[in-house]
């Protein structure tokens, strides 16, 4: 009987420790599903940083939530002026020193920032390992920290300070599988709950000269059309969006597909290429956190980008092609 007690131990140690993890896990859950539920539900307004590639931006955002539907505009404060205004309808980017304007529709529901969370909380757990950190002070308010760390070579982590009071993302780390910080922003300062009023939505950098460029308005989401199709993903992404699109400074229509594990998510445009017009670009290539690729398939020209490893632009643009 007595040499039984060590095996009777050892299983209630580990079924202590599946639990508590699951526990953990729950908990982390819940405060993604808070932060999610925080960036479509309150009215805020405030200046927050972004590191990425040795560059520091600043910008300055007014986020308002009416019938549901979010409208924001952001500015920057440093570096070559511009602006972006975002409702649940098109996103407008004003470029002063290029005197330009780009209008883009939306046709997918994005992840309104600074919202960078999870579609499909209960299939995570596969991919990431989800944990709850110490609570820290960011921009003079108590903030949780959420700890996501993937399981494989094919995503980044993440840690997500959120607001305790309200669940505003306050700041956030994009990380690789080194820990190393490749993204970040932060808040320095924030009004959660202030009256935004319709002038402070309104673009300020308009003018008559400026050039407008639009996405043809008649884009079609073409979920049952697919005429490509990626045939090797890594475990738990799957197709999340298809739709065609005329983008602004493009004569040919643009196929464009986006693969998602929940979390991370990656884009691949396929366009038919025009005679004697050379591709803007060929093989590899890195933003920051941002890897793309592109390459030739016959006519056309696919080019795969996501806030992802490279090894997932690879693995997933090397397999595009053809739906028979």
Not at 150 to 177: E, F, I, M
Not at 208 to 222: C, H, L
């Amino acid at each position: 009987m007595i040499s039984r007690l060590p095996d009777r131990s050892a299983f209630i140690f580990l079924g202590l420790f599946v639990c508590s993890t699951a526990m953990a896990a729950d908990a982390a859950h819940e405060w993604l599903m808070k932060i999610n539920h925080a960036a479509r539900a309150l009215d805020y307004e405030g200046i927050f940083v972004y590191q990425h590639d040795k560059q520091l931006e600043t910008m300055q955002i007014f986020h308002k939530v009416e019938n549901h539907s979010s409208r924001e505009r952001l500015m920057s404060l440093n570096g070559a002026p511009r602006e972006i205004v975002r409702d649940a309808n098109e996103v407008r980017c004003y470029w002063p020193d290029k005197n330009s304007v780009m209008v883009e529709y939306r046709k997918a529901e994005g992840k309104a920032f600074p919202s960078i969370l999870p579609e499909r909380l209960q299939d995570l757990d596969e991919y990431y390992t989800l944990k709850l950190g110490n609570t820290e002070r960011i921009t003079g308010r108590v903030a949780q920290l959420v700890i996501i760390k993937p399981t494989d070579q094919y995503r980044y982590g993440y840690r997500l300070w959120a607001d305790v009071d309200s669940g505003l993302l306050l700041k956030a780390d994009l990380l690789d599988n080194q820990d190393t910080v490749l993204e970040q922003f932060m808040f320095t300062q924030v009004n959660i709950g202030a009256k935004i009023p319709a002038s402070a939505l309104a673009p300020g950098m308009t003018g008559k000269s400026m050039v407008w460029y639009r996405e043809d308005s008649d884009t079609r989401n073409i979920p049952d059309k697919a005429g490509w199709s990626a045939s090797q993903l890594p475990k738990g992404f799957r197709l999340s969006a298809h739709m065609t699109r005329r983008l602004p400074m493009r004569k040919q229509p643009v196929e464009h597909l986006v693969y998602t594990d929940g979390l991370a998510a990656v884009s691949v445009f396929i366009e038919k290429q025009e005679k004697g017009v050379k591709p803007f670009m060929q093989g590899p290539s890195r933003m920051g956190a941002v890897h793309a690729m592109s390459a030739q398939s016959g006519d056309y020209q696919i080019t795969t980008v996501g806030e992802v490893p490279a090894a997932s632009v690879a693995f997933i643009g090397g397999s595009v092609s053809p739906v028979k």
